[in-house]
């Protein structure tokens, strides 16, 4: 069965602290993979979108790993933000379908 | 250039009624999807247009249909609204050649909600 499961469910870091995103797939077969920050209420906004032969991509302080042999993906968020409290949403694109993880919730505390 | 729009932003229904939401895609895009997002879950995918004809459908039940005009706007339309309806729908536009969803933009979202 296609899964996209993401941890943790739910993340609280103080501003100017990194984090580190999880995302693991059983998504066969696969196209690319890609991050989405979604603000509550708000439609998803895509930070990066990786092929099979990538194995990192940077966007700003947001830099996204992935290792295709263990379908595994991670986004690491650096010097947070207070507007980086948001869910970011792991999307494994797959024969023309996009199948969504349920997101983790990132919460950035002064 | 306009981004994907979604009316309205918000919309309150009772159980039974009808409903219409309504998208427009991004300039240049021909494709539309529609997604469903409960609370604190990811987006389910509900049907994708193309060429003003529905060309995937995701495990909603017929209650969802959908139309696609001419200039590539959607709508949405959820009869017999139940409880378990409510939730964050959401309008994505692509082209139809970006098989990968490379340039896959969503809208904003319209949150219905059902009583």
């Known amino acids: 069965k296609n899964q996209v499961e993401q941890s943790p469910q739910s993340l609280i870091i103080l501003e100017g602290k990194n984090c580190t995103l999880q995302?693991?797939?059983?998504?066969?077969?696969?196209?690319?993979l890609r991050w989405y920050k979604q603000d509550t209420g708000r439609g998803p906004v895509s930070l990066t979108i990786m092929t099979f032969s990538e194995n990192t991509k940077s966007n700003g302080r947001y830099t996204a790993t992935l290792d295709a042999d263990t379908k595994q993906s991670s986004l690491h968020i650096t010097a947070s933000q207070l507007s980086d409290s948001a869910s970011y949403i792991c999307?494994?694109?797959?024969?023309?379908?996009?199948?969504f993880g349920k997101g983790t919730k990132l919460s950035v505390k002064p | 250039d306009a981004g994907v729009t979604q009316s309205p932003t918000h919309l309150i229904k009772t159980r039974g009624q009808q409903v219409t939401l309504r998208c427009s895609p991004k300039?240049?895009?021909?494709?539309v999807s529609w997604y469903q997002q409960a609370l604190g879950q990811g987006p389910q995918f509900i049907f994708q247009y193309y060429e003003e004809e529905e060309r995937q459908r995701g495990n909603f039940p017929d209650r969802f249909s959908g139309h696609q005009f001419p200039n590539y706007s959607s709508e949405l339309n959820v009869n017999a609204l139940l409880l378990g309806d409510s939730a964050l729908y959401l309008c994505?536009?692509?082209?139809?050649?970006?098989?990968?969803?490379?340039?896959?933009?969503f809208g904003p979202g319209t949150r219905l909600t059902v009583t």
């Open positions: 995302c693991n797939y059983t998504v066969s077969p696969f196209s690319n």
């Open positions: 999307v494994i694109g797959s024969q023309g379908n996009l199948i």
């Open positions: 994505a536009s692509s082209l139809e050649g970006d098989r990968g969803f490379y340039e896959q933009y």
């Open positions: 300039s240049g895009h021909d494709t």
